[in-house]
């Protein structure tokens, strides 16, 4: 019996994984065609710096009270009532446990509505003061320098209250994920990034600028997103309302969700702070390098977002109940399945990345304004940014692993030490080589984190460390010892492909040499995998054979 309820899991696990990629990858796609549509309006001009500062600022107090503090902190905590409630003896106690859990999603439903309104009050009266920090200085002066501060500060304004929105939505993902309910929260981007690119071309001839017209559509999506899944939580038996402000500081359960907050923000804080610096930084170096290095980090985002991302949502539910039921074998072992994953996906596509990371960065962006400036100064930025990717991933499935024992206090130190590197190098870097130096610190910076992630993983005696490190080592040296050889014929196959479709648009001229290569990296890869008699390439050609079995019975 025992037996069967872990493969019925493992299932659920797998089926709410292929659901939340699927949905993950239209976003992300939909997201790579805002970037597109941004290109294709704004490019690398003065323009797209200040939307991408004005944008880049309500969007760090998001990751701060929305996706990395709310989801990270709530869930733990929600799923602990919810594992009382189901060892609960008697259906009186069911009851009674069903109740505080009622009054905790409410508490914290009115905790994150008051301050979250508060940040944007704040942000929005602010704002002619924050965007000077943003403010380049090179190649502006005089009245040129004041209309860029002046159309900052309008963007800033427009897109601050999408914060509110936002975290709202944060609130109910963190609720429909708590009961292993992943395709709403995995479909509000897909809204969010369709309603932006829309936006833009529908009110673009009706604002003063492009940017102006995409602003608000980030708005317009925040509130879509929220909207969106209120009717999924009512549904579900979660519909939240509004408790005093006295009831939600002084709940039991809000409590421990801000004790785990207090250390998060200031974690999340030092990490999402490496984006706020660098592109302080950025803006004193030249125009068009904010906005190149927001391209090239949009590439990363897209392979990041599908698997790295999408992996650490599933599993923290489960890695929460697993630690709440003291399983630390089964808790070692999904851990570790998930980092060898992360490890077959990232680190090949590294390899494929800098082979074709030029062609990739012409045909996603190069039309209208995107000329071969703008394509040269991503490149820079890309190369160096997408070698971060392994390190990058592995982040966002360690980090679960304290989440899901209540220990939010060594992921905040691994953020400061990594923040520390980062601006450190960013300093010395950003000069001598412009938006690529700052890519390669922040790609330090999260190798960096990475390392002491592992480091105070050791102080935790219920997570055999040594066996997850020496598991991501050693599978991460055969990855890419596998991943040269594979990338020999795709390198050799590059130029050759290039001269035969060289003279169409760049979708053929680009697109079709990409696919190919593609395609014939992927099988080397997959070959060599089954040669090696890889685990993981196993497993998941065993779960397919093993469908297919199961379906034509």
Known sequence: ?????????????????????????????????????????????????????AFMIPNLFRRLFAENSVSVAFIPTFKSYLENEKNAQTDEEKQAIHKEMKQFVNSTFTLVTFLTAIVVTIGVILSPWIVRIFASKEGLEGDELSASLSEMNILTRIMFPYLLFISIAALFQGILNGIKI?????????????????????????????????????????????????????????????????????????????????????????????????????????????????????????????FAVTIGTVILPDLSGLAKNENWSEFNKMLILAIKIITVITIPITFYALIYGENLIILVYKSKRFTDESVRLTLEAFRFHIIGLFFIAVNRIISPAFYAQSDAK??????????????????ALAKPMQGGGIALALTLASFVNTVALLIFMTKNKKTNVKQVVKSLILYALKIIALSLIASVPVYFLREPL??????????????????????????????????????????????????NKNGSK
């Open 498 to 547: 290039l001269q035969v479709f060289a003279g169409h648009n760049r979708f053929i001229a680009q697109g079709v040499p990409i696919i190919i290569s593609a395609i014939v990296f992927a099988v080397a890869g997959v070959l060599l995998l089954l040669i090696c008699r890889d685990e993981v390439a196993k497993l998941v050609i065993g779960k397919f054979f093993h469908k």
């Open 410 to 427: 060594s992921p905040t130190w691994a953020g400061m030490i990594g923040f520390a590197f980062n601006m450190a190098l960013a300093f």
């Open 182 to 306: 992943f395709a709403p929260s995995g479909f509000t981007p897909v809204l969010f990034n369709s309603i932006v690119i829309a936006a833009t071309y529908i009110l673009s001839p009706h604002c003063a600028n492009p940017a102006r017209a995409m602003s608000y559509g980030v708005l317009f999506g925040g509130i879509v997103q929220a909207g969106f899944q209120l009717p999924f939580v009512i549904k579900n038996g979660w519909g939240v309302k509004f408790t005093s402000l006295k009831s939600a500081f002084t709940n039991s359960g809000t409590r421990q969700v801000l004790k785990l907050i207090a250390p998060t923000v200031i974690g999340m804080a030092a990490y999402q702070l490496n984006d706020v610096v660098s592109t302080a930084i950025a803006s004193r170096t030249a125009t068009g390098i904010v906005s190149s290095l927001q391209y090239s980090l949009r590439l990363q985002e897209l392979i990041l977002g599908i």
């Open 1 to 53: 019996m025992k037996n069967e309820n872990t493969k019925t899991k493992s299932r659920s696990l797998a089926k709410s994984g292929l659901i939340l990629s699927f949905m993950t990858l239209l976003s992300r796609i939909l997201g790579l065609i805002r970037e597109m549509t941004k290109a294709a309006f704004l490019a690398t001009t003065g323009l797209a710096d200040a939307f991408g500062v």
